[in-house]
């Protein structure tokens, strides 16, 4: 039997380039090459022991049993509770539904609203996945770009332009990733402005990174004036607890929405772990207002965001970077070394830089080609300092070369 059997769907699909870039950082580990990465988004922080203790509670309670489909009844009204305390908003326990990540809860979403041609709004650059995913839900990507020197802002004629009577969704995502971009409370009452004049859209709006906002409040465009009612708001305690491992992540918003997820979710994965979701309780309980965790981790992302700008601008200036508002990454313009050469290998592309630096500085990066912006790369500086301190300094020897 050949690959002949595999679907268009799969065939047509890209591999993420964040799991690409960590597959191949493996394998030349593997080999016995020392390898700083810096492509994964992962806090390098361990979950807190207040919710490891809760996990083990659960499985000493014998909270092993297939859950619920959307979620146990008792997480599901603490994530309700974090929307009303965090972001003043309402929802009832039943317009939440549990997942398996938020990127499970994302593909729920596009699986439920998307028929084929149906067009998604996506501002670039974006998270890797957003596009593969609406492709596979049959549904058409429409992206908009924007750009560093603007510091990734969204503007509502861009908005506006892009919608057309098949548009069924506009996906935002604040602080974003790549980018670190945070929307003000004033960017997105303009493009809720915008969004009033289309009442059949759907707005999306992924806050995976809510708690890592450095020089602000988080504001979600569900709190925008006639967003709630068409707004699903998705979140999870991936990034935010360093719970990557744990698999938890949720969505709140209309009903007939919710419903949908959990006929959906019914079917190909049932509920996320119990042991888990027990987990996420403890962690979406803790008001982050008052938690030493989270003010310590955002400071020490907020600290180590300050020493890379600091060390490119300083050892690698011809990487142009802004300041990011939030999550942990830079997301530099490196179009300056497009066309120069190591006498072996020539750079015409932000992928030919970042396999170039792998195999010559032997730091993992990751190509902005991934999240739609070619003249782009993404750090993670989601690691020690230490470690950053050398990556950096692995980096600009290596580019020197190229001439």
């Not at 042991?275 to 907020?302: C, G, H, W």
Request: glycine share 6%; with cysteine; aromatic share 8%.
């Amino acid at each position: 039997m050949n690959n002949n059997i595999l679907s268009d769907r799969i065939i047509n699909a890209t591999e993420s380039a964040t799991l690409a870039m960590t597959r191949m950082s493996r394998e030349l580990k593997a080999k016995g090459i020392e390898i700083i990465t810096l492509s994964i988004g992962e806090p390098d922080f361990n979950t807190p022991d207040p919710i490891k203790e809760s996990a083990k509670k659960a499985i000493d309670e014998n909270i092993t049993h297939y859950p619920p489909v959307a979620g146990y009844k008792e997480l599901r009204q603490a994530i309700a509770h974090k929307f009303k305390r965090d972001n003043q908003l309402d929802f009832d326990m039943e317009q939440v539904v549990v997942s398996n990540g938020a990127k499970q809860s994302l593909a729920n979403i596009f699986l439920s609203i998307l028929n084929p041609g149906d067009e998604v709004i996506v501002p670039a650059p974006y998270w890797v996945s957003y596009i593969e995913m609406i492709k596979i839900a049959g549904g058409v990507p429409v992206v908009i770009d924007t750009y560093i020197k603007d510091n990734f802002t969204l503007h509502p004629q861009q908005l506006e332009a892009a919608i057309s009577p098949r548009t069924k969704a506009f996906l935002i995502n604040s602080p974003g990733n790549p980018t670190g971009k945070v929307f003000s409370k004033e960017e997105l009452d303009t493009l809720a402005a915008v969004l009033e004049k289309h009442p059949d859209i759907l707005v999306i709006s992924d806050e995976i990174y809510e708690y890592l906002n450095f020089d602000g409040v988080h504001h979600s465009i569900a709190s925008c004036k006639g967003m709630k009612e068409r707004t699903v708001v998705v979140n999870g305690v991936s990034k935010g607890y360093a719970m990557t491992g744990w698999r938890i992540g949720y969505m709140a918003g209309p009903k007939f929405i919710a419903d949908a997820c959990i006929k959906l979710q019914g079917q190909y994965t049932s509920g996320a772990s119990g042991i888990s979701q027990m987990a996420a309780l403890s962690a979406v309980e803790n008001d982050p207002s008052d938690s030493e965790y989270l003010t310590f981790m955002k400071r020490s992302f907020k600290e180590r965001r300050d020493l890379m700008i600091e060390k490119i601008r300083k050892d690698l200036p011809e990487m142009k970077t802004n300041i990011p508002e939030g999550a942990f990454y830079l997301f530099p313009d490196v179009t300056a070394y497009f066309g120069k050469t190591d006498g072996k290998r020539t750079i015409n592309t932000a992928n030919d830089l970042v396999m170039y630096l792998l195999h010559e500085a032997h730091v993992a990066l990751v190509t902005g080609e991934a999240f739609g912006s070619p003249d782009n790369i993404r750090i993670s500086y989601a690691t020690s300092p230490e470690l950053l301190i050398r990556a950096i300094e692995q980096m600009k020897p290596a580019l020197e070369k190229l001439r």
